[in-house]
């Protein structure tokens, strides 16, 4: 009795055809992940880059040397100054739709302090002039009073939520006197691409597995007939060999 051959159900090309689709797979997947993440985070930035640019333009129009040498204390809160600023303030943080918007100065010692806070009085993260700036916004303050534009081109994560800072100097001729703080809400950004950057390579791994699959099944119905015939044809003549002749003969 001849004894028919079995092939395994998972043979080595099996193997090296899955990895392969695997590869082209990964490869394709994540170079589509890494373009649209910078294009859409790119587009994100540079809208935010002209809201901050917008703003900065309008609140400069009332800012100058008396606002920020002129209000140090909560007791400059009464001064028509204050108020006027204050308003104003107010008014361009409800139209540009910013989480804060606030002026600030480094003072004689070297820390820094509020000047005017864009926000509501009766808001509790509201801040009066001479309360002292967050430890955690420091270093940006840093380098707009040394003259740099730091615009937002990263989510911070802060102790009052995931925010995009700015920090934009404030000159008076040649001399830079303080600083317009904006602070935009990152937290739904930030939630979006931090699933964007979970769940793509959950679906990469689920078309890998996919892709696999039924590259094995279509390399085997394609591969399979082609063997075959290879297997039962005299590669001189492509008449059938021996082994055809002894497989019909037993058939």
């Known amino acids: ?9 998972i043979n080595r090309v099996d193997v090296q055809v899955s990895i392969f689709t695997a590869i082209i797979v990964i490869l394709s997947c994540f170079i589509v992940f890494l373009f649209h993440y910078r294009l859409t985070y790119r587009d994100m ?3 935010l880059e002209k809201r901050t640019v917008a703003i900065h333009e309008h609140i400069a129009t009332f800012l100058n040397d008396e606002t920020f040498n002129s209000l140090n204390s909560p007791v400059d809160m009464d001064t ?31 820390s820094f ?13 509201f801040h009066r002039p001479g309360d002292p700036i967050e430890a955690a916004i420091v ?4 380098r707009a009073l040394s003259g740099e534009a730091v615009l937002p081109y ?6 009052w939520g995931k925010i995009f800072i700015t920090y934009l100097p404030v000159y008076d001729g040649a001399e830079i006197i303080g600083v317009v703080g904006i602070e935009f809400e990152a937290e739904h950004q930030y939630n ?20 696999a699959y039924f590259a094995v099944f279509l390399f085997k119905r394609i591969s399979n007939p082609t063997f075959r015939d290879l297997y039962n044809t005299d590669y001189l003549t492509q008449l059938k060999n021996r082994n055809a002749f002894e497989t019909d003969m037993n058939n």
Request: hydrophobic share 35%; with cysteine.
């Open 154 to 159: 990263g989510i911070k994560d802060t102790d």
């Open 45 to 47: 930035i540079t809208s």
């Open 139 to 142: 270093p940006e303050l840093n």
């Open 80 to 110: 028509e100054l204050y108020r006027s600023c204050q308003s104003k303030m107010y008014s361009a943080k409800q139209a540009a739709g910013v989480k804060y918007l606030y002026t600030a100065k480094k003072t004689e010692d070297g």
């Open 192 to 211: 979006t691409y931090r699933l964007l950057r979970i769940s793509t390579p959950i679906i990469t791994i689920a078309a890998c597995i996919i892709a």
């Open 1 to 9: 009795v001849q004894k028919k051959k079995t092939n395994a159900s």
């Open 113 to 125: 302090v509020y000047v005017v806070d864009g926000i509501s009085w009766a808001n509790s993260n």
